[in-house]
């Protein structure tokens, strides 16, 4: 298999993105329905939320980086605009785990459809001018910044008590 | 100026590398010394030890990425080897602090001598046959796996009771 460097230097970024969505898997298939409920750290947020402030905000990656419809805008409300504890019912644990895992499968199977040359190109949320002004705002931005927002709520959620 | 695409994703990736080390400076920079002894969590780590942990790790990219001597080795068996609480006195934080500074300026000065192809060739502690079977495990990858690794910790040290 020959790739192109630019081929190369995407294929790496997104196998860090696909193995910390694996890592992330790991740790959630783990926790009981009881754990999901507790806080990572005492009057932090709860790991339930943590799941589904994840799931919304990898959701949204489906809008800026172009790849078609977001699939659950409804979270958003829930889990990005409101802290944890805003709002009384969160929805269930198996429905939000149904969610992360359809959203990221989705999102897996979009990355493969964009060309080096696409994940090098502005993000959504960019102007042209600000685009011509710092062209490391790209796409591949976008999905570097996301893994490591995934890796920062995983060191928070691995302290929750066991 | 005009980047080629691979050059392009480098400067992606070390920008956000940059920014991460960024992040961590501004976290730490508003740290009493007495903030520093606390743990991040009842019974985890402190937070002198992940500052001592970060910085040891940050280090070893030198001899990694084929940069050149790490600047202290000696706090391997410290930050590395053995968990927090193993080791009775550990260093002082303004001593830590300015090994952590060293630290990062030194990597980060060097990454500029890099090519696109080098950051794109295999890492020192992977054999030629390893390489051919996955050339996706190369100097982008372990840039992409510490940032990430900063970012877990970061997300826990900013649990820190203030």
Same mark, same amino acid.
């Given at each position: 298999?020959?790739?192109? #460097?630019?081929?190369?230097?995407?294929?790496?970024?997104?196998?860090?993105?696909? &193995?910390?969505?694996?890592?992330?898997?790991?740790? @959630?298939?783990?926790?009981? +329905? /009881?754990? @999901?409920? $507790? +806080?990572?750290?005492? *009057?932090? &947020?709860?790991?339930?939320?943590?799941? *589904? %402030?994840?799931?919304?905000?990898?959701?949204?990656?489906?809008?800026?980086?172009?790849?078609?419809?977001?699939?659950?805008?409804?979270?958003?409300?829930?889990?990005?605009?409101?802290?944890?504890?805003?709002? /009384?019912?969160?929805?269930?644990? =198996?429905?939000?785990?149904? %969610?992360?895992?359809?959203?990221? =499968? =989705?999102? @897996?199977? !979009?990355?493969?459809?964009?060309?080096?040359? +696409?994940?090098?190109?502005? %993000?959504?949320?960019?102007?042209?001018?600000?685009?011509? !002004?710092?062209?490391?705002? &790209? $796409?591949?931005?976008?999905?570097?910044?996301?893994? &490591?927002?995934?890796?920062? %709520?995983?060191? #928070?959620?691995?302290?929750?008590? !066991?």
């Amino acid at each position: 298999m020959t790739m192109t #460097q630019e081929q190369l230097a995407v294929s790496v970024a997104i196998a860090s993105w696909k &193995n910390t969505v694996g890592r992330a898997d790991k740790i @959630f298939s783990v926790f009981t +329905e /009881e754990q @999901f409920l $507790r +806080e990572v750290v005492p *009057g932090k &947020n709860r790991i339930i939320y943590l799941l *589904g %402030h994840l799931t919304t905000v990898h959701d949204a990656m489906h809008t800026i980086l172009g790849l078609g419809e977001r699939l659950h805008p409804e979270l958003d409300a829930i889990f990005v605009t409101q802290p944890d504890g805003a709002i /009384e019912t969160l929805p269930a644990v =198996s429905d939000l785990m149904k %969610h992360w895992t359809e959203v990221n =499968s =989705s999102l @897996f199977e !979009k990355f493969a459809s964009l060309s080096p040359k +696409e994940w090098l190109q502005r %993000h959504m949320a960019m102007s042209d001018e600000d685009y011509a !002004k710092d062209p490391t705002r &790209n $796409r591949l931005n976008v999905l570097l910044s996301r893994t &490591n927002h995934l890796s920062y %709520h995983l060191g #928070q959620i691995i302290l929750a008590p !066991k």
